[in-house]
């Protein structure tokens, strides 16, 4: 296997790669043939990644193992079922999308994950985790009902099996026993020992087809002497458990085999090609390398879990003369900061002042800025892995004690935790504050990770504050505003950076249910909530129209509201959230048991699922830009006239 130090900035000749336009080629291939693929697989991944940026530790951990798996399995008849996706690139360049991937993540590119819609190799759509094995279940199952022979292979890293999900699967699946083969992708947590000579020796053993007959026929012999086929099934059990972390999945009806090294192809492909055929649940471990091939990779494995695209170097700025001593130098615009930083800043400020304040996240600490507070407050803080139904419930625990917990955690991630937020926590009324990030359209990753609904699903929760702030500084005091409020409030903000506003030291809330008045029109009265009050106070100074920045969707500044209703013709609502359900429609309810009557219209997502793109082009797409806010407006206006 060759190791890079660099990301390629030309294309690597790939000769057999390039003859691969679907997997069926690679189960005609030899050894050789083999692992000259996935030597090229790698190249090309690293080149395609830094044309486009994206995820791409993961996938190269799994480059030896999505080989292996097209090459002993018969897809796309045969199901296979990758988790999250963030490893699913080698897969996409093996199954036909080699060409599209340098363009894998851009605005009408190839998605981030798979995608049914996209491949019929993408059998299962994905992009949160711990989905592969109910999904893959579900395919067996129906295949069985079916009377269909078809092998199904579930694909789960380390990461994903710590949540709950993951395991209400696999326990079914173990009591139905379903013709089902999971692999564990284990590339970070220690749940086994080191792969080492013994254990690739053990997996060869309890795969083989010597070992399974034996095992087979050995049941049927002592299964007619009282006693002895227990004795047996206790015995190899703990043998097993010696040497190798069987017990559970045992239990749970699984056949354990491994760990074994994920990353040699050659045993990868022996021990899948002796699992393909056995009957019931089959459970492979193996371990691989985050990064593997690629050192840097190697060495930071969570700061190379993905990257940007790659630049090419900027050409020298020409020279200028220098300018006159008298003339006066521009000022220095003042830098935007990234809204997760602001609450990294935040929590670390509030914790040094209040003991009780306790953190909490589903393992995103990088991604919201969790990291000097788990290092300052080490003892106060608390990453429950990929289980947000717990982290909410954690919350509500330490809440009834008198602490004061702070849920760090990403929209469309807190909707695995509803239940929870509305039962354990809403009803009754625990003071829990949740920092809600990646708010609104986050991006390339997409619609599973764009935050559209998250005021429609918080807004009819009784009793549950939400804030939303325009800006960097606004971020701060309503996270300090929620954080004093005694009962559950959420403050939610988008990913990546505000717009430059300078940020106070201070701790002072912002007060709760009262809106800011930006600008004074006539007319038109813009009611913003959260990102959208940029391209509205644009568009206000364009129009001359009245310019509100809401800041509480609930509860909502009833004066502000009926005030721009009296004073306007028209009241526009903005947010960057589905408009069903969300704080238009709170607008809208006002007006209506106030019994206003008012022209009103509601601009927001549309009611559908948003592609992947820059949120710049997905904006201007909806019509949420400056010029397509104005343009919807005047559209408006032209039809009442």
Known sequence: MKLFDEIPAERPATPLLDTLDTPAALRAMNQAQLLQVADELRAYLLYS???????????LGVVELTVALHHILETPHDRLVWDVGHQAYPHKILTGRREQMPRIRQYGGLAAFPRRAESEYDTFGVGHSSTSISAALGMALA??????????CAVIGDGALTAGMAFEALAHAGHVNANLLVVLNDNEMSISENVGGMASYLARIFTSKPYTLMRENSKKVLSHLPGALEFAKRTEEHMKGMISPATLFEEMGFNYIGPIDGNDLPTLVHTLRNMRDLEGPQFLHIKTRKGRGFQPAESDPIGYHAI?????????????????????????????????NVFGDWICDMAAVDERLIGITPAMREGSDLIRFSKEYPERYYDVAIAEQHAVTLAAGMSCEAMKPVVAIYSTFLQRGYDQLIHDVAVQNLDVTFAIDRAGLVGEDGPTHHGALDLSYLRCIPGLVVLAPADEAECRTMLSAAYHHPGPAAVRYPRGKGPGVAISDSLEPIEIGKAKIGREGKTIALLAFGSLNAPAAEVAERMDATHLNMRSVKPLDRDAVLAAARDHELLVTLEENVVAGGAGSAVNELLAVEGVLCQVLNLGLPDVFVEHGKPAELLAECGLDTEGIEASIRQRLGRRS
């Open 143 to 152: 295949a069985r009902t079916r009377d269909e022979k078809r092998r199904v």
């Open 49 to 59: 990644v830094g044309c486009s940026g994206g995820h791409f530790g993961a996938g």
């Open 308 to 340: 940007t695209k790659l630049e090419k170097e900027p050409s020298p700025p020409p020279k200028v003369e220098s300018r006159a001593p008298e003339q006066a130098q521009p000022q220095t615009k003042l830098k935007p900061k990234k809204y997760c």
